[in-house]
């Protein structure tokens, strides 16, 4: 396995096999999973129908927190007050999700949803969305946002995407997929190794670091027309890039003026001012929330270990002390949780430290994890592992008890949770 510090470091890129299409795997769940019957969306649009429900179920019920009713052979009726709440009750459901998918002007579609509460035959919520087809899925990933929220009390994470590294063949790609692993797209490609993606906070753009001109290179690229340039091609190695909060800079890892060092990148001007400075390795630098900090791995210590450092002053303290090896920073969106990669005898796991307590915990059982990353909600971390001998991405919630395993017959990495 190839931790992110030592890939700034000795710039050792780790071999990839094919990559297939992702299924999701759940590996552990909560305890107490919210039974709910998500009916086939009615409508006239026969495929519309088809998909929307489908897609929401599958959301939901892979997310670890809910039980799926059986509901299959039910159709969602055209009125919310015609619909029997306590038959659905008497089956075991606690709530109930039916819509209607419908046309609109222009070519496109309105969909309808209401969620109901089978117990109490109360209503819960319900809204619409005006949508072209091709941007159906997305709907249906934001009404299982809707609706993890109204029955859990927290924002969902279906709605965001992903971006990650694959091999295919001879050549490297950067993907870009759903949270659910769906609709993947190649956003670049290259004979040459591409690592380290990183998300804007408007989710419009993607960092990354390509070896294409032979040594590494940072560049950021556009989704919405691919237009790409190379924002850090300094003497040396340039890498690990993080974006600001305004989205305005970029802190990189370079090592033009000696051994790895953290630079602050304005995207504007090109201008790369150093912040860390010492004879000792800084990289995978990753801002706070706020903007008032900065996150480090750095080895001044004597091992590897994660840094917090003001940007205001540059003064610097160390965050995390169990363990001789902790790296890959990720902050959670509320800037209260950071999680890492923690060495515990042979074994690389993802660990979480309350920042305000200081207390550690391990959140996985697998033993070769890197690169986490906090889904937009910050209730799950995203990251790479190996399981039988093959790579994987998986998730964990931020308690560690709900697991899920993005299973392929490749090996993926470098795994970025975005909007």
């Known amino acids: 396995m190839l931790i992110r510090f030592l890939l700034a470091v000795l710039f050792l890129i780790s071999g990839f096999s094919v990559q297939a299409s992702m299924t999701i795997e759940i590996v552990g769940g909560a305890s107490n999973r919210v039974p709910i019957a998500v ?8 495929d519309a129908v088809t998909n929307i429900g489908a897609i929401v179920a599958t959301d939901l019920g892979s997310s670890g927190y ?4 059986d509901s ?4 969602s009726p055209s009125d919310p007050n015609t619909l029997s709440l306590p038959a659905w009750q008497g089956r075991g459901a ?11 002007a222009a070519g496109k579609l309105e969909v309808r949803f209401w969620l109901l509460d089978a117990v109490r035959a109360t209503q819960l919520g319900a809204m619409s969305y005006v949508s072209t087809p091709a941007s159906l899925r997305i709907v249906a990933h934001k009404i299982a946002d809707t609706v993890h929220e109204i029955l859990l009390g927290e924002a969902g994470s279906y709605s965001g995407r992903i971006a990650y590294i694959l091999k295919r063949g001879g050549r490297y790609e950067l993907q870009v997929a759903d949270a659910d692993s769906q609709n993947a797209v190649t956003v670049t490609s290259s004979p040459e190794p591409l690592i380290s993606p990183a998300w804007s906070p408007d989710g419009q753009r993607l960092a990354y670091v390509s070896f294409e001109d032979k040594k590494p290179v940072v560049y950021v690229q556009n989704l919405s027309d ?11 190695s340039n890498s690990a890039p993080a974006w600001s909060p305004d989205g305005r800079k970029l802190a990189v890892t370079l090592s033009k003026d000696e051994t790895s060092q953290i630079y602050l990148l304005d995207l504007e001007t090109g201008v790369a001012t150093r912040f860390t400075r010492g004879g000792a390795l800084d990289t995978e630098p990753l801002f706070s929330p706020d903007g008032q900090w900065l996150f480090f791995t750095s080895n001044r210590g004597g091992t590897p270990q994660i840094y917090r450092a003001s940007l205001a002053d540059g003064r610097a303290s160390r965050v995390t002390f169990d363990g001789g090896y902790n790296v890959s920073p990720a902050i959670s969106p509320d800037g209260k949780t950071l999680a890492f990669v923690h060495l515990r005898g042979a074994s690389f796991h993802v660990a979480a430290i309350d920042l305000a307590s200081g207390q550690m915990q391990l959140l996985t059982d697998t033993v070769a994890d890197e690169s986490p990353s906090f889904a937009p909600n910050g209730r799950k971390i995203l990251y790479a592992t190996r399981v039988n001998g093959r790579g994987v991405l998986a998730t964990v919630s931020v308690d560690g008890k709900v697991r899920q395993r993005l299973s392929q017959t490749g090996d993926l990495r470098e795994p970025n949770w975005g909007r």
Do not use: E, H, N, Y
């Open 39 to 46: 009916l086939p969306f009615g409508g006239r649009q026969a």
């Open 72 to 75: 299959k052979d039910s159709i």
């Open 66 to 69: 809910f039980r799926l009713i």
């Open 226 to 236: 691919g237009k790409r340039r190379a924002v850090a091609r300094f003497r040396g």
């Open 94 to 104: 606690d709530a109930v999700l039916m819509g209607q998918v419908l046309p609109a």
